[in-house]
């Protein structure tokens, strides 16, 4: 892979984690491909910074490249997942503004129902719809901040 190659992915990485940041209230950074973090087995493109951070559910690969490989991005992010964590494939398409991310049916749905569970015994009620369209709205304010 060439030095502009790299410093793309690099830099997409960075987009993400802000992003992520403005998410999840936690600051997170990019795995240093070598160095101490390697022999720790530190794995994803992104990680919490305090990555003793068991909330964080996901393994994140991160893709900013022209010839889409979905099938190959996912089977890199499954076997580089470590037990316990969900395999998340977050990319960007050419020419696309947005980002897009890739996960299994089965972590999907079981996110669903944990945020459901967890909305609905913290408020007493439950509306997924409303709180659907207070996510999406969080969402487009983040997008706008990146």
Same mark, same amino acid.
């Given at each position: 892979?060439?030095?502009?190659?790299?410093?793309?992915?690099?830099?997409?990485?960075?987009?993400?984690?802000?992003?992520?940041?403005?998410?999840?209230?936690?600051?997170?950074?990019?795995?240093?491909?070598?160095?101490?973090?390697?022999?720790?087995?530190?794995?994803?493109?992104? =990680?919490?910074?305090?990555?003793?951070?068991?909330?964080?559910?996901?393994?994140?690969?991160? /893709?900013?490249?022209?010839?889409?490989?979905?099938?190959?991005?996912?089977?890199?992010?499954?076997?580089?997942?470590?037990?316990? /964590?969900?395999?998340?494939?977050?990319?960007?398409?050419?020419?696309?503004?947005?980002?897009? =991310?890739?996960?299994?049916?089965?972590?999907?749905?079981?996110?669903?129902?944990?945020?459901?569970?967890?909305?609905?015994?913290?408020?007493?009620?439950?509306?997924?719809?409303?709180?659907?369209?207070?996510?999406?709205?969080?969402?487009?304010?983040?997008?706008?901040?990146?």
């Amino acid at each position: 892979m060439g030095k502009t190659s790299r410093r793309k992915g690099f830099t997409y990485e960075r987009k993400v984690a802000h992003i992520l940041e403005a998410v999840w209230g936690e600051q997170f950074r990019r795995t240093p491909l070598s160095g101490g973090w390697a022999k720790e087995k530190i794995t994803g493109d992104i =990680v919490p910074i305090d990555r003793q951070d068991d909330n964080f559910p996901f393994s994140v690969e991160c /893709k900013n490249q022209k010839a889409l490989s979905v099938p190959a991005w996912l089977k890199q992010a499954k076997d580089d997942c470590p037990e316990g /964590k969900m395999p998340l494939l977050i990319f960007h398409l050419p020419r696309d503004n947005d980002e897009y =991310v890739c996960l299994t049916l089965a972590d999907f749905t079981n996110l669903v129902k944990e945020y459901v569970t967890e909305s609905c015994t913290k408020k007493g009620q439950c509306n997924f719809r409303e709180d659907f369209i207070t996510i999406k709205e969080k969402d487009k304010d983040v997008r706008e901040e990146a």
